[in-house]
C-alpha cells in the first residue's frame, strides 16, 4: 500500500492489483496545485467546491459521496454520515472507512467532534486513520488526540493543516504534535506500508504534500 497526501483533505491510496482512491480533490483556488493523480474511486466527504472538484482528478471514476457500503475494484468502502459545524447550521460529513484485503484506513473528513459511538462501532478496526488537526472545518489538536485515543489507530497521518501556499487560515502542525507529546516528525514523502509491518503502538507519521 502506498499513501501520498496533496494537502488539506486530498490522499491518493494504491496498491497493487486493486482499485486506487483520491479523496476530497480540491480546486486550484485554494492556493495549491498538484498534478492530476488517477484514481478509479474518488471519495467526497462533503458535497462543497473545497473537496469535490472531481475535474482534478484523471479517470475514469466512480464518485463515492453518500453514505453506504461499495465494492470498487477489490476495495470494500463504507461512508458513516456525521454532522459537522454549529449547533444551529449542522451540514453533513462522511466519514469513509477503506478495507483493502485486511488493511483498513480511516478518512474523517471534515469531521470537527468526537464520533458517536454507534459511529466508532460502524468503522470498526482503524489501521491507519487521516485526521484533520488544523481547526476551521476539522478537528482541533485536543480533539483530534482524542478520537486517536478513541479508535486506537496503528498509524496516525496529520491533514488539514497550515502549509505554506495554502490561502485558508487553518491551524500547525505543531500544535498538534505538542498534543500528542511530539517534539518534532521528520516528514516523509509517501507512507508505504502493509498490513504484516503495523507497529505495534501508535505512531504519528508525517507527509510531505506532493504540491507543484
Not at 472531481?54 to 453506504?68: A, E, N, Q, S, Y
Not at 456525521?82 to 466519514?95: F, Y
Not at 486517536?148 to 498509524?155: D, M, Q, R
Amino acid at each position: 500500500m502506498e499513501i501520498v497526501w496533496y494537502g488539506l483533505n486530498t490522499f491518493r491510496f494504491s496498491e497493487r492489483g486493486m482499485a486506487s482512491v483520491v479523496t476530497d480533490p480540491y480546486p486550484p483556488g485554494v492556493g495549491l496545485t498538484y498534478p492530476r493523480p488517477r484514481a478509479n474511486i474518488v471519495t467526497v466527504s462533503r458535497n462543497t467546491p473545497e473537496c469535490s472538484y472531481t475535474r482534478g482528478v484523471r479517470g475514469p471514476f466512480r464518485v463515492l459521496d453518500t453514505p453506504g457500503e461499495y465494492e470498487v475494484g477489490g476495495v470494500f468502502v463504507t461512508g458513516i454520515p456525521s454532522l459537522v459545524g454549529p449547533k444551529k447550521d449542522r451540514a453533513r460529513n462522511i466519514i469513509f472507512h477503506f478495507d483493502y484485503n485486511g488493511l483498513t484506513i480511516c478518512h474523517l473528513g471534515h469531521l470537527d467532534q468526537v464520533p458517536s459511538q454507534a459511529q466508532v462501532e460502524a468503522l470498526g478496526a482503524v489501521d491507519i486513520l487521516l485526521v484533520p488537526i488544523g481547526g476551521d472545518g476539522g478537528l482541533k489538536p485536543a480533539k483530534a488526540a482524542e478520537v486517536i485515543s478513541l479508535l486506537e489507530p496503528s498509524i496516525v497521518i496529520p491533514m488539514r493543516y497550515k502549509i505554506p501556499g495554502l490561502k485558508m487560515s487553518l491551524g500547525s502542525l505543531s500544535r498538534f504534535l505538542q498534543q500528542m507529546g511530539l517534539e518534532k516528525a521528520k516528514p516523509q514523502e509517501e507512507l508505504k506500508i502493509s498490513r504484516h509491518r503495523l507497529p505495534s503502538e501508535t505512531e504519528v507519521v508525517v507527509l510531505t504534500p506532493r504540491v507543484e
